[in-house]
């Protein structure tokens, strides 16, 4: 699978055929190489597209975009379903494939995701459509990890641009597992509304601050990212249903822990630890967690 003359053919395929573009990501890759190692990350590369090979059909047009990235035109398709049956063959041949790779288990969550897209109902540009297909793979990787979405809206719609009724087909859905996890000004509006919450009718609560470095100096500043970006969702799925959390600036996550004792945010620190630990990143970066109870008294306490 080459990304050499692949775009050409792409933008031919959607002005004259019909089926569905796809956009797929390896999830948590950047975080596998870093740990495993770049030999093991290139053969596991070279599973996936031996794996995307045997579920695509043999005049679809696929290609590589970059380190963990691939595009996809499945000539024909039109089930979503379909497409989520894909995605549920290729997460569980990963995995074996992983197991084949390491001759162990590993605590890094891997598997694809995929934002789509039908041709032609939303469209003939290659460039638009990949843009609405990157829009539907950003929501998945807003929400989650290892699903599906397909870009939908009506564009006869006054206010086009808003997307109502993206659709999910979550094999590991975010929403359903860890905390919220909030950009600033959503976290911000969450934050406050808790603290007042709490200032009127009384209650306990924690915020808590985690920090990261790199250990070494040769850790590229976009890697690094990646690396901070793949700790947040292990972080997220150690928090509870209820919790919420954002990334405060590049190295750092901010935490609101509703309902929480200061001997239960110890256990927090001491899960997310030792998942910190079992990853792996305890070798690459150095970690700080810093914890405060939020106290208030309703009005009739004071």
Same mark, same amino acid.
């Given at each position: 699978? *080459?990304? *050499? ?27 596998? @190489? ?32 970059? =380190? ?12 979503? @379903? ?8 290729? @997460?569980?041949?990963?995995e074996d494939s992983i ?11 891997? =598997? ?72 600033y000004d959503y976290f *911000? ?39 901070v970006r793949d700790f ?14 954002? &990334?405060?600036?590049?190295? &750092? ?37 810093? *914890? ?11």
């Amino acid at each position: 699978m *080459s990304g *050499s003359g692949v775009i050409s053919r792409l933008t031919e395929a959607c002005a004259k055929e019909k089926g569905v573009l796809m956009l797929m990501n390896l999830d948590n890759f950047g975080l596998f @190489n870093e740990i495993y190692g770049v030999e093991v990350g290139d053969a596991l590369l070279e599973n996936c597209v031996r794996i995307i090979n045997e579920v695509t059909e043999g005049d679809d047009i696929k290609g590589r975009l970059g =380190g963990d990235e691939f595009i996809i035109f499945c000539k024909n398709l039109e089930d979503k @379903n379909e497409v989520a049956e894909m995605l549920e063959y290729i @997460n569980e041949k990963l995995e074996d494939s992983i197991g084949e790779l390491l001759g162990e288990e590993t605590n890094i969550s891997l =598997g694809v995701s995929i934002g789509a897209v039908h041709v032609p109902e939303y469209g003939n540009d290659y460039e638009d459509l990949f843009h609405k297909a990157d829009t539907a793979l950003d929501y998945v990787k807003q929400t989650g990890e290892h699903g599906c979405a397909f870009y939908e809206f009506d564009e006869t719609q006054d206010g086009a641009g808003r997307i109502d009724d993206i659709s999910k087909y979550m094999d590991e859905a975010g929403d359903e597992r860890g905390a919220l996890w909030l950009e600033y000004d959503y976290f *911000s509006v969450v934050y406050k509304f808790y603290t007042r919450y709490l200032k009127t009718y009384g209650g306990v609560a924690a915020k808590m601050l985690i920090k990261v470095k790199p250990k070494v100096n040769n850790i590229g500043e976009e890697h690094f990212k990646q690396i901070v970006r793949d700790f947040g969702k292990i972080i997220n799925v150690t928090l509870r249903k209820s919790d919420f959390m954002m &990334q405060s600036g590049s190295s &750092q996550f901010f935490l609101l822990l509703p309902e929480i004792t200061e001997e239960y945010t110890d256990k927090v620190k001491r899960r997310i630890e030792k998942r910190w630990i079992d990853v792996g990143l305890n070798g690459v970066m150095d970690m700080t967690i810093e *914890s405060e109870p939020i106290i208030a008294l309703n009005d009739k306490e004071k």
